[in-house]
């Protein structure tokens, strides 16, 4: 299926282009793209003198041509197709007929797990084609299920514990949802007034302040001008003031001591964060506010993930723990043991 939308695309990209050319090549699509179509001004060139056409500046160039959607599309398709699709069977081991990722445990600086060979974290899950490579994951006889739990808004309920922030603990501890209950804040309205757009906003807004994101990053998620989203993250710190005076600690704290810690005391080093160059500083800035908490996060499914292993083990289940994707945890469950698992 997903050859066949491949070899469509090419015909369509083929023809809005106006000639035939390498879809896979980056060189030759920059060469259709600036030099043939002009769709941009002045466009940015990588370290070898060509131009670039990455994701992000493409995604720039949306709504310029169609052929923009076109090729991202094409991309995604491949990207699937070859990390996945193509890759996957030639995975199996001849042993147990079955995949198994490796889980590096040092690799993410935040503390994360990571996985390779394949890496099972990010298979898309909100487009149809990602699903469908996630429906070739099945459990291991009729017997079995998956059962996938996840935390809810675990790094947002990291923040306002630690922020101590009275708007944040009062959504959370009353159950109101936190993107519907920032919504109302930031645009002002009754919570049942928020629409499922102003809730997607908020939401963006919601991960883009625990990642330490810029007016700039965030008017580039939501589409929206520069000055719109600056009043946004303003609107939002207003709202909650708590949040901006713990990340304005948490920057101060770690230029004292070039490092920052998860709540169970893991460092991460940032010598960057007294850097005089500005680019440099903001990243080290960002991942200041960042670690503690993503950090905390992976702690804390760290410690869930010892002490479920044991009672698995005590109970002498059937059911088996096979994944951790960051804040979810999948499990090969016995249907006898829904309840108890």
Do not use: C, W
């Not at 996945?84 to 147990?96: G, H, K, M, R």
């Not at 390779?116 to 490579?133: A, D, E, H």
């Amino acid at each position: 299926e997903l050859t066949t939308e491949l070899h469509n695309l090419i015909k369509k990209i083929h023809a809005l282009a106006n000639e035939t050319f390498n879809v896979s090549s980056p060189k030759q699509i920059g060469e259709i793209l600036f030099d043939k179509m002009n769709l941009s001004k002045k466009p940015k060139k990588t370290k070898s003198g060509q131009y670039s056409t990455s994701e992000e500046t493409l995604i720039k160039l949306k709504g310029a041509h169609p052929i923009i959607d076109e090729i991202l599309e094409f991309r995604a398709i491949k990207k699937l197709l070859s990390t996945y699709v193509d890759s996957l069977p030639e995975l199996v081991n001849v042993s147990t007929g079955r995949i198994h990722t490796t889980f590096n445990q040092s690799v993410a600086a935040t503390g994360r797990l990571s996985s390779t060979n394949p890496n099972i974290q990010n298979i898309p899950i909100r487009t149809k084609r990602g699903m469908k490579v996630r429906e070739a994951f099945i459990s291991r006889t009729e017997e079995y299920n998956l059962l996938a739990a996840d935390y809810s808004q675990i790094e947002l309920r990291i923040m306002a514990s630690l922020s101590q922030d009275e708007g944040m603990l009062s959504a959370f501890n009353n159950g109101v949802d936190i993107h519907t209950a920032t919504a109302a804040k930031v645009y002002k309205v009754n919570v049942d007034n928020v629409d499922r757009n102003m809730r997607s906003s908020a939401k963006s807004v919601n991960f883009g302040i625990i990642y330490g994101i810029s007016a700039f990053g965030l008017s580039q998620n939501l589409g929206i001008s520069r000055k719109a989203a600056k009043e946004m993250i303003d609107q939002y710190f207003e709202e909650f003031p708590k949040v901006k005076s713990y990340m304005d600690f948490l920057i101060q704290e770690a230029r004292e001591r070039e490092y920052v810690e998860t709540l169970m005391g893991r460092k991460r080093h940032l010598p960057d964060i007294n850097s005089r160059n500005s680019v440099i500083r903001a990243f080290a800035e960002r991942n200041a506010i960042n670690t503690p908490i993503q950090g905390s996060a992976a702690d804390i499914i760290k410690k869930a993930m010892i002490e479920i292993h044991n009672e698995i083990i005590n109970k002498k289940m059937k059911s088996k723990m096979l994944l951790q994707v960051h804040d979810e945890l999948v499990f090969d469950m016995h249907n006898t043991e829904k309840e108890d698992l």
